[in-house]
């Protein structure tokens, strides 16, 4: 009872202010002209610069939020039951926001420099950073938790290390402030953006799923895919990154979507492993895919200052490569294992589905006009949320009323239990890196560790990202990336911002699949009864296409729509023969034809060639493979039908 009342008040909360406050303010003043009444116009100013005071904002988001993470969250592995221990630390982090929460007017008139932290300011600060360490382990385990902890203590005790690693001595006053009371620690952009943009996209996700919007999408995948060959494995992909645009959450999409594509592809006779990691891949990939890509490309568009228009507009083009390279691998699969058609019984026709659905289409146009009108990200997120509410009133089954509404609520905190710890920690990391001026000596570790040069650093990069990832949300991962590699990536190499962090969206994404924490396929394994270690090999081949991608459009940047028209199809063409190359070649087979192993490796040699941005290179390597593929199919002998496999 007590999680769903502050679910409830977490969600009404980050409406107010998000967008309710202006809302309410702008009508109070438009109603003061026509009611003279002092309290009024003293009504528009207070909501009109409620949002102002963001130090109070996160700290009764902390006071809801984090009771809520201890109370759902063990602190050993098999627990099942609420120890004392999960009580008194739920309660210390409601005492620690309340102390924020009263002394506000102080924080809020903070001035750095010349305020300074009393002595309750000092145990109170260090009892929150304590508390944010513990949750990060329990909500995302010891990956990231081992980070913060070392980045505490090079923090702490880096004045006496020797060589380049030193860093300047300071204070526990200074410490202090950092980290909870300026914008550089835990009250810093990580969980700002998990208070509004993430809570609130997540929150459009809830309410989407529950009005029956997940259901319309599968049926519109069924429809168009499901009488080809290997329907339901093609209807799977479609569903689920048409959810995973709305949710932007790999794990929450599978939960979603995985029940429902699962045991029908399991049922047609697809493996249970190879059915589980083809719904964790299709999931993972809903983040890159536009109109919605979930909250990631908000939070990108808050860190850079780039329209959220223009980053989906350049991310067009990726997002489908990265979905026709998982259909390209599933429909050779089909082909190789004669998978049957979905059964007819289980096609929805693609007249009845609109007729059915066609108004969960309506909250995703209102998402996209107010974002083509130029609202801010919180005001299309509660807008298309509002629309979701009111929408759901015209069909009974699916009607939102106060029971589903405090469920969607409750499912919403639930899914940003791992998010909350994960961006406190985050903030944790960058002001560990600002009190240490880290991010300068990072620079130049990564610079020695791959010899200054430029491929090196960005392999290095993707790596890093796919370890920061284990177990993390997509979110999360990227902030952290935006706050250690965009430095190397921008400063050093001088690469352009909207390729720079497409990459790094792209890397947490793929996190989530990638072995030996993938966080997607344990939920998918889960699903489908299979040991989720399993899904690791299977989720990296299908995913081959997005782990290419990210270096290509770093060189090629018309595969993000930018330059004139020539040059976007030219990248474009080239970078379909790229993933058709590095697909095959990882796969082993062309249809029945099998693939011999000087060939696989002539193929993904000439894929990653094609990402080189010169063109004769390029269309040397198109040429050489379009060969290769050509002399397999001539000259190969076709394989029998593998019906068992």
Known sequence: MLIRIGSVIATVYVLWIGALAQIVGNAALWLVPYLPFESVSTFAAWARA???NWHL?????????????????TGRRGRERLAWTDIALAALSFAVALYYIVLDDRFLNWSRGFSQPTHADIAVGLLLVALVVELCRRSTGWGLTTLVILLLGFTVFGAW?????KHENFGINYFIEMMTITENGIYGAPLEVAATYAFLFVLFGSFYEKSGGGQLFFELAGAVTGRMRGGAAKAC???SGLYGSVSGSPTADVATTGPLTIPIMTRMGIPAARAAAIEATASSGGAMLPPVMGAVAFIMSDLTNIPYQSIAWASVLPALLYYYS???LVHNEAVRHDEPRMPDDQIVPLAKALAGGWRHLLPLAALIGLLVAGYTPVYVAAGATAAVI????FHRPTAIGPRRFVECCTATITQLVPLVGAVAAAGVVIGAIEISALAGKFTLLISTISGGLLIPTLLLSAVFLILLGMGMPTPAVYIMGAALLAPVLRGVFNLPEMQVHLFMLYFSCLSAITP????ANFAAGAIAGVNPMAL??????LAIGGFILPFYFIFNPGLNMQGGLWYIVECTVFAVAMVSFASFAMQGHLGLRPIPRAGRLLLFACGVATVSPRFDVTLGAVVLGALALVLVQLRGRPAKIDVSA
């Open 50 to 52: 409620y949002t102002a």
């Open 57 to 73: 904002d996160i700290s009764i988001f902390i006071a809801i939020t984090f009771p809520i993470a201890f109370l759902t969250t």
């Open 161 to 165: 290390m020797p060589g380049a690693l």
């Open 237 to 239: 992909v479609t569903a």
């Open 326 to 328: 998982i259909f390209l």
């Open 390 to 393: 009111v929408l759901s009133w």
């Open 516 to 519: 030996p924490v993938a966080v």
């Open 536 to 541: 690791g090999p299977y989720t990296v081949k």
